[in-house]
């Protein structure tokens, strides 16, 4: 098991970044507007938290967590779309480099663990603002984009969402639904 202390300062920074440069990614992939936003957001800290706590049996993860994951900064939503295309653009080469530097010194179980930290983030963005119930729940945007990141984290054979899953029952209690996915604790 590999931890911090493996990896060169540079390195750290870049496992630490991609997660939430994954995140920011998705979002861009498929805007939503403010009311969108905020629901992304609010899906981001919950999806972060129980990934942490779900995957923090394995060092490195534990070790992300302590250290607490890079914030991403991103384009404003009103920025032209070459801007947003290279922050995309960006988050792939992020998630390629992670990869990379994972496959180099850390065990299969880790490199696994960690895409999985990247994609469950990612995935609760692309499924927080899209239209309940709706078979465009996650946008074309957004699923291809998870395609790339998944690919970037070496997850062959992976499929993105297009709709949110059943704890979701009838879609009108999305409150109730986070609390069986994410737990009671609110987060604003």
Do not use: C
């Not at 384009?75 to 990869?99: F, L, M």
């Amino acid at each position: 098991m590999t931890t911090q202390a493996d990896y060169t300062p540079d390195d750290w920074e870049t496992l630490r970044l991609a997660p939430a440069m994954a995140a920011e990614a998705i979002r861009l992939a498929g805007p939503s507007g403010p009311g969108g936003r905020f629901l992304e957001g609010r899906a981001d800290r919950r999806a972060t938290r129980a990934a942490l706590a779900r995957l923090g049996t394995v060092a490195l993860i534990a070790d992300l967590d302590r250290a607490g994951l890079d914030p991403a900064s991103s384009p404003d939503d009103d920025d032209d779309a070459a801007g947003i295309e290279a922050y995309i653009a960006g988050a792939i080469a992020e998630a390629t480099n992670a990869h990379g530097i994972l496959a180099a010194a850390a065990a299969p179980d880790e490199v696994e663990a960690y895409a999985s930290l990247v994609m469950d983030i990612a995935e609760a963005v692309a499924r927080a603002a899209g239209e309940p119930g709706s078979d465009a729940n996650v946008s074309a945007g957004e699923r291809t984009l998870l395609v790339q990141l998944a690919a970037a984290l070496g997850m062959d054979g992976y499929e993105p969402p297009r709709r949110m899953d059943s704890p979701f029952g009838d879609y009108r209690d999305v409150g109730k639904a986070e609390r069986e996915l994410y737990g009671d604790d609110p987060v604003g």
